[in-house]
DNA sequence: ACTATTGTATTATGAACTTAATACAATAGT
DNA sequence: ACTATTGTATTAAGTTCATAATACAATAGT
């Protein structure tokens, strides 16, 4: 797990977002226990009260849950997780259009521009 | 101009990035003279100490520069708007297909995610 | 039974952000 | 010359965020 945290937001919410993306995308496995606060805390170089309440943030997707004195886990129910799934990646689509769109660049002008960039970063 | 604000990051940056995009899509024209720091505080509906943050801001890209007691003006510099709104696009799409990769889609199943929602959006 | 580990809560401090209320210097427009 | 408008600066207050230093209750593991 890398910790890639910047200042443009608050730091727990970058937190919650990030494990939240893991989750998802299968990095962290359903049923899984997830590690310490203290030692999560530890990794991602933030205070424990910092991870604490990311945690506590996540918790209200449902995708985790805490079991008092052995720790926190991954939600089990997988079709929920593909749920989220789909739903965020629609959901990050239509934002990114949206912004293209305000720079002037139309939905088709958009998809153009991304096969042009993928075709410059294979060289 | 419509002020679409939240509370997810600092309103002054948001200013900043709205009134840059409005640049760069061509809404605001190149020697176009800005309304007053007052006025856009009032049409935001935000202090005027933020919206002079923003613009302040705003400057040091270039893209606009303060006249004194004249007000401000967007920049003539057509080239350098041009160069701006082609970076910040590649910025853009590289930044959204690395959320999407850090949710498990693969650039080309980026693509075919977006061409599907399209298709969905235009019924 | 004991102990370490767990999530959680509390209090304090400092920084960043936002609003508010003013004030000032410069100058465009009259 | 006068006046209103411009960008800009200052000071104060309140909120959120992050860190720090502890502390507590519950329980898994021994």
Redesign the pocket.
């Given at each position: 797990m890398t910790w890639n945290?910047d200042?443009s937001?608050?730091?727990?919410?970058?937190i919650a977002e990030q494990v939240h993306l893991d989750i998802i995308s299968g990095l962290y496995q359903p049923g899984t226990?997830?590690?310490?606060?203290?030692?999560?805390?530890a990794q991602a170089?933030?205070?424990?009260?910092?991870?604490?309440?990311?945690?506590?943030e996540l918790?209200r997707s449902g995708l985790v849950h805490?079991?008092?004195?052995?720790?926190?886990f991954i939600t089990e129910d997988t079709d929920m997780i593909k749920r989220m799934k789909e739903d965020l990646a629609a959901d990050q689509i239509k934002e990114f259009l949206e912004k293209m769109s305000s720079m002037g660049f139309q939905p088709q002008d958009t998809l153009q521009l991304i096969e042009k960039i993928l075709r410059e970063e294979k060289s």
């Open positions: 945290l200042s937001r608050p730091i727990y919410a970058q226990k997830l590690p310490s606060v203290r030692e999560l805390a170089k933030v205070n424990p009260n910092t991870m604490q309440k990311a945690l506590t918790e805490s079991m008092r004195t052995s720790g926190r």
